[in-house]
């Protein structure tokens, strides 16, 4: 409590001009008190006007009154030093280099706590008193300290700019809109201010419309960012399994082989080996022989040489050479040759399958989703050459040009049983999988056909709706014949209107989910567009009817072509 009534006393017995105790107080006509070099360093610069007012009430006086010391408050101001107390308020009051300055403070500058637009200066707390006890001044505009005020000031007429000259779109005063601005297109700063922050109110929405559209793109693509890589991991672990897996089997494999080159390697010499044991016995047999009968013929008794000769000369049973099949240098180099042809074949799959994997990968679509293509040659930049997978074609219908092309036959052709051959529909799919941004187009001729794209997955036995092409939700389907058109996805028809054509484009943006049909001619026209979400991949597909020929076009992809989008 004594503490509070001490600064009162601090408060009471400073000056409102600089703010510090009173030195040698003087007391002015409307009974204000301040330090006698501050009321006069403040009249000073008041002497131009001839009009002298006190800092604090405003009252004015006329002529410049005489200033005589306040002997009282001298004494009690003395007192009050000689309790070692401050008046100065804290440090934190005080302006710093980066402060707006109160304009009435001399010497050490407090910090302004509002800027007046009307006067214009800047106030600290203590000198903004005025502004809400004096009923003149409570009508002035406060604001947030400024230290642009002098901005606002008319450099020609030293007059607050009150005005704005829409013609030249410059904030005057009101002398200006008489003056050089006079029959302009003028309003007060008022007006213009509340037109200008409609606009900007909806530049705001504007901008805070697009930061949440960007937030959702950039959430979307963080989305993505985690979705590529669990994919990418998921991937690169279930392809080294699987890889793995291979290269075990080629391991098993490898030794499978030599394990049956060793055993028939042994069989085999354990057989010559035998027969050459055989041989060699022999041998020992006719050279004994051959010794008796040499001594045989050297005997001069002829009746010993009869006796004995017929026991001599009998020979046993002997081993017949055609019974040894020599095959010089040809021993397992079958083998060799069989484990060659594997070899190769596995080289040309895994070479194909390897195109197909790369190309997988590079078409993965990480970004945003571009624009859809305009003319033939933006669409041929997406062209992939396609072939049909005879195992998957009906057995009515005729491959040829390297699987390219598909004919519907009168009667069956010699395809070998296969799961995944479609048994009642006359339908093919592609070999090749379909990811990314595709194009292809489909050159028919004679009947019905349907040019279509299906999952992997679909049914291939049986004539149900789960089998045919665009009558399940596996599967879409452009039906083209010589006098109409339909689309066709899970059993509903679409009809579609265009240009009668032979030849049909198909682009695919697997990622964006866009499927789109086009009539290729002179130009391409549009014929159906599907915006969905595709699960797996998708492989092409073709219906054909009775007499029906259709065949995937072989298409460059620097071909030149006129023509855009109709």
């Known amino acids: 409590m004594e503490q509070k009534e001490v600064q009162l006393d601090q408060e009471t017995f400073s000056c409102s001009i600089c703010l510090d105790l009173l030195k040698d107080p003087v007391t002015i006509p409307c009974g204000h008190s301040y330090c006698k070099n501050c009321i006069k360093d403040h009249w000073d610069r008041e002497g131009e006007k001839r009009i002298y007012s006190c800092p604090q009430c405003r009252q004015n006086f006329t002529p410049r009154p005489v200033l005589f010391k306040n002997t009282m408050l001298a004494v009690l101001v003395e007192e009050l030093k ?4 401050q008046a100065a308020p804290a440090d934190h009051c005080y302006a710093g280099p980066e402060d707006v300055t109160c304009d009435v403070c001399t010497g050490r500058k407090r910090k302004a706590a509002k800027s007046c637009l009307s006067c214009p200066a800047s106030y ?3 000198h903004l008193q005025h502004h809400y006890e004096a009923a003149p001044l409570k009508k002035h505009k406060l604001v947030e300290p400024s230290e642009k005020l002098q901005e606002n000031i008319c450099s020609r007429h030293d007059e607050v700019m009150k005005m704005f000259c829409r013609t030249d779109q410059q904030s005057i005063c009101y002398l200006c809109s008489v003056d050089e601005h006079k029959g302009h297109d003028a309003v007060t700063v008022a007006a ?12 705001r929405q504007n901008i ?11 959430k979307v693509l963080q989305q993505e960012v985690e979705a590529i890589n669990g994919s990418a991991d998921k991937t690169v672990e279930h392809s080294e399994k699987i890889l793995t897996q291979l290269i075990c089997l080629m391991e098993k494999r490898r030794s499978d082989v030599k394990k049956k080159v060793r055993s028939q390697q042994e069989a085999e010499v354990s057989r010559v080996k035998e027969l050459q044991e055989k041989l060699e016995q022999e041998i020992t047999e006719l050279k004994r ?18 006796q004995n000769y017929p026991s001599l000369s009998a020979l046993s049973e002997s081993t017949h050479s055609s019974s040894i099949n020599i095959r010089p240098l040809k021993y397992f180099e079958d083998v060799t040759a069989a484990v060659s042809e594997v070899r190769d074949k596995l080289q040309d799959v895994l070479r194909e399958t390897w195109t197909n994997i790369s190309l997988t990968v590079t078409e993965v679509d990480v970004i945003l989703s571009q624009p859809e293509p305009i003319t033939r040659a933006d669409f041929l930049k997406y062209s992939r050459e396609i072939t049909l997978d005879p195992n998957t074609a ?13 004919t519907n036959m009168e009667v069956e052709q010699s395809f070998s049983s296969h799961p995944d051959r479609f048994t009642d529909w006359d339908q093919v799919l592609s070999r090749e999988s379909l990811t990314g941004r595709c194009y292809w187009e489909v050159e028919r001729r004679g009947g019905g056909a349907e040019v279509a794209v299906a999952y992997k997955n679909i049914r291939r036995a049986g004539r149900s709706n789960e089998s045919s092409f665009g009558l399940n939700n596996k599967s879409w389907s452009l039906y083209c014949s010589n006098d109409s058109s339909n689309f066709w996805y899970n059993n509903i028809k679409t009809p579609v209107s265009g240009p009668e054509s032979s030849r049909v484009g198909v682009y695919l943006d697997h990622s964006a989910g866009i499927l789109s049909f086009y009539s290729v001619s002179d130009t391409m026209t549009l014929l159906h567009r599907v915006q969905t979400t595709f699960t797996q991949p998708l492989y092409a597909g073709l219906h054909l009817y009775h007499k029906t020929t259709a065949e995937l ?7 030149v072509i006129s023509g855009t989008v109709g």
């Open 192 to 203: 213009e201010r509340t037109e200008r922050q409609r606009e900007l109110e909806g530049s």
């Open 553 to 559: 076009c072989k298409l460059r992809k620097t071909e």
């Open 289 to 306: 022989k051959d010794a008796e009968l040499k001594k045989l013929s050297h005997t001069e008794d002829h009746n010993q040489f009869l």
């Open 208 to 218: 805070q419309q697009r930061i949440q559209d960007r937030e959702k793109d950039v």
């Open 82 to 85: 000689k309790t070692g107390l």
């Open 394 to 406: 009906n057995t009515y219908l005729l491959l040829s040009k390297g699987n390219r092309k598909a």
């Open 124 to 126: 600290c707390e203590k």
